[in-house]
C-alpha cells in the first residue's frame, strides 16, 4: 500500500512565523502534491512537483513556496504566516509522468491553526 | 460556475438503502474520473477510478461517467454504517492536475 505520511497532525502557530509542513511518501512516486481544504471549497492546488528540484504552482500559490530536494520528501513553506492561511494541509503523491494519469494517494492532513 | 459540481447534502439513508452520489462538470476535456471517500479528521482514500464513459464495479461500489452529459454518479449498494464518510468527486484532463467536487457528507443509520 502507498504511505504518505504527514509529518504533524495538529500545528498551531502565531502570525508572521515561518512554517514548515513537511511530506514524506515511501512507493518511489514521482509526482508530489500540496492542496489545502476549507469547507464549502473543496480541495485547492497549493504547488506540487513532477521531480526532484522541480516545481509547478498551482491555483493557490500566493504566500507559500515549496522545497523537493529529495524524491521521497516535499516540504510547503508559509513565508510569513496569517490567519487566513488557517486550514486543512493534505499532501498527495502519484506515480507515473506528468501526463500518466495515476491516481493521486493522499496522507492524513496538518491541520493548521494560526493565531 | 464552477468546472465540477456536487451536492456538499447532508444524505441521511437507513442502512442497507442504495445510495446515489453525483457531480456534474462542464468541462468536456475531462477524461479521467475518481472518487474518493474521506473519514473525519483523515486525508482521502481513492475509492475508484475510470477513464471515459462506461461503468465500473467494485464490490458494493459502482461508478458511472455518462460524458455526453456531463455527469457522474457513485452508487453503494447494502450501504453500512461504516460508508458514513464524506465522498469527493475529482477529475481531470490528461494532466496530473485534479479538479474536485466540494464532497458529500452521507451518513447511513443503523
Known amino acids: 500500500d502507498v504511505k504518505v505520511t504527514q509529518s504533524s497532525r495538529y500545528l498551531v502557530k502565531r502570525t508572521g512565523e515561518k512554517v514548515f509542513l513537511e511530506c514524506v511518501q515511501d512507493?518511489?512516486?514521482?509526482?508530489m502534491f500540496w492542496y489545502r481544504q476549507d469547507p464549502g471549497l473543496g480541495l485547492r492546488l497549493i504547488y506540487f512537483?513532477?521531480?526532484?528540484?522541480?516545481?509547478e504552482k498551482g491555483d493557490i500559490p500566493e504566500g507559500y513556496s515549496v522545497s523537493r530536494e529529495k524524491k521521497e520528501r516535499f516540504s510547503l513553506i508559509l513565508e510569513s504566516a496569517s490567519t487566513n492561511q488557517t486550514s486543512m494541509y493534505l499532501c498527495?503523491?502519484?506515480?507515473?509522468?506528468?501526463?500518466?494519469?495515476?491516481?493521486?494517494?493522499f496522507g492524513d492532513g496538518t491541520r493548521l491553526s494560526i493565531l | 460556475q464552477k468546472e465540477v459540481e456536487q451536492d456538499p447534502g447532508p444524505l441521511s439513508v437507513p442502512e442497507g438503502a442504495i445510495v446515489s452520489l453525483n457531480c456534474t462538470y462542464s468541462?468536456?476535456?475531462?477524461?479521467?474520473f475518481m472518487w474518493y471517500r474521506q473519514y473525519s479528521r483523515k486525508g482521502p482514500e481513492l475509492l475508484m477510478y475510470?477513464?471515459?464513459?462506461g461503468n465500473k464495479e467494485d464490490g458494493r461500489f459502482t461508478a458511472q461517467v455518462d460524458k455526453s452529459s456531463k455527469y457522474i454518479s457513485l452508487f453503494i449498494r447494502d450501504s453500512q454504517p461504516s460508508d458514513s464518510a464524506t465522498y469527493l468527486c475529482?477529475?481531470?484532463?490528461?494532466?496530473?492536475?485534479?479538479?474536485f467536487g466540494q464532497g458529500t457528507r452521507l451518513t447511513i443509520n443503523p
Open positions: 512507493m518511489d512516486h514521482e509526482n
Open positions: 512537483s513532477y521531480d526532484v528540484k522541480m516545481k
Open positions: 475529482a477529475m481531470s484532463g490528461g494532466a496530473q492536475k485534479l479538479v
Open positions: 475510470t477513464y471515459s464513459s
Open positions: 468541462n468536456s476535456a475531462f477524461q479521467y
Open positions: 498527495a503523491s502519484s506515480a507515473g509522468n506528468l501526463y500518466s494519469n495515476q491516481p493521486q494517494h
